[in-house]
């Protein structure tokens, strides 16, 4: 009788049992400590102690095993909003939870940033934002576009941010200096609104930015529902 995806399979190496829901917490637990080999069955397998075939058995391939990773990632997301926010508040709760997850699990934000997991908590983030929009006074294709447009602002930024953490320490420094070195060297003549700006483009932080632009979402919503929802 085949068995159902539930059912615990022993491995042969270490006598223990595993379920989905075991091999998708290792697979957070690599995520966790930054390494990019989260997915494949062969650090799956040292990190549970098992024959890394036995993952197979729950999950067809590593995109699989990715998109279910993710949905619990996205899960933790939700987990984190509290109850009872107003429309912009929710946007912001969920920008704030998307980032921080996304950088717990840079592999997995990263990746996901391109990706739908169509799974059952990625449903209930697009429930979230569409519930949201049209909390604000949109409806129809007017809403359906600014669901996209937070959306996809969202995860392209946490993307973005994941991915950067996936780079080696010292290109990150290199990078991050880039501001207090390289640009305040160029020619005046040449770069006349760097030069004039740049000691306060040394001192802008990812957190500015990234508030900035939640709030310009939530900006756009509220013009285009003040407008009647008319593009």
């Given at each position: 009788?085949?068995?159902?995806?539930?059912?615990?399979?022993?491995?042969?190496?270490?006598?223990?049992?595993?379920?989905?829901?075991?091999?998708?917490?290792?697979?957070?637990?690599?995520?966790?400590?930054?390494?990019?080999?989260?997915?494949?069955?062969?650090?799956?397998?040292?990190?549970?102690?098992?024959?890394?075939?036995?993952?197979?058995?729950?999950?067809?391939?590593?995109?699989?095993?990715?998109?279910?990773?993710?949905?619990?990632?996205?899960?933790?997301?939700?987990?984190?909003?509290?109850?009872?926010?107003?429309?912009?508040?929710?946007?912001?709760?969920?920008?704030?939870?998307?980032?921080?997850?996304?950088?717990?699990?840079?592999?997995?934000?990263?990746?996901?940033?391109?990706?739908?997991?169509?799974?059952?908590?990625?449903?209930?983030?697009?429930?979230?934002?569409?519930?949201?929009?049209r909390e604000a006074g949109l409806d129809g294709a007017e809403a359906a576009v600014h669901y996209r447009m937070v959306g996809d602002s969202l995860l392209a930024y946490v993307g973005q941010r994941a991915a950067?953490?996936?780079?080696?320490?010292?290109?990150?420094?290199?990078?991050?200096?880039?501001?207090?070195?390289?640009?305040?060297?160029?020619?005046?003549?040449?770069?006349?609104?760097?030069?004039?700006?740049?000691?306060?483009?040394?001192?802008?932080?990812?957190?500015?930015?990234?508030?900035?632009?939640?709030?310009?979402?939530?900006?756009?919503?509220?013009?285009?529902?003040?407008?009647?929802?008319?593009?």
């Open positions: 009788m085949p068995k159902s995806p539930d059912t615990p399979t022993r491995s042969k190496r270490a006598g223990s049992q595993l379920t989905p829901d075991a091999i998708i917490e290792a697979s957070l637990r690599i995520a966790a400590r930054g390494s990019e080999d989260a997915f494949t069955v062969r650090r799956l397998g040292e990190e549970l102690g098992a024959d890394p075939t036995a993952i197979y058995r729950h999950f067809r391939d590593k995109d699989e095993l990715l998109l279910s990773v993710a949905d619990r990632t996205l899960g933790e997301v939700l987990d984190s909003i509290p109850e009872g926010l107003d429309w912009k508040d929710r946007l912001r709760a969920l920008a704030a939870g998307s980032l921080e997850v996304a950088l717990k699990y840079p592999v997995v934000g990263s990746t996901m940033a391109s990706r739908t997991t169509r799974r059952p908590n990625e449903f209930r983030v697009v429930e979230l934002i569409l519930g949201a929009v950067y953490l996936l780079f080696a320490p010292d290109v990150r420094a290199a990078d991050e200096a880039s501001w207090s070195r390289e640009y305040r060297l160029l020619d005046t003549g040449d770069f006349p609104h760097i030069t004039h700006l740049g000691a306060e483009l040394a001192e802008v932080t990812e957190e500015e930015i990234f508030e900035l632009r939640v709030e310009a979402l939530i900006t756009a919503i509220e013009t285009r529902a003040r407008a009647g929802g008319r593009r």
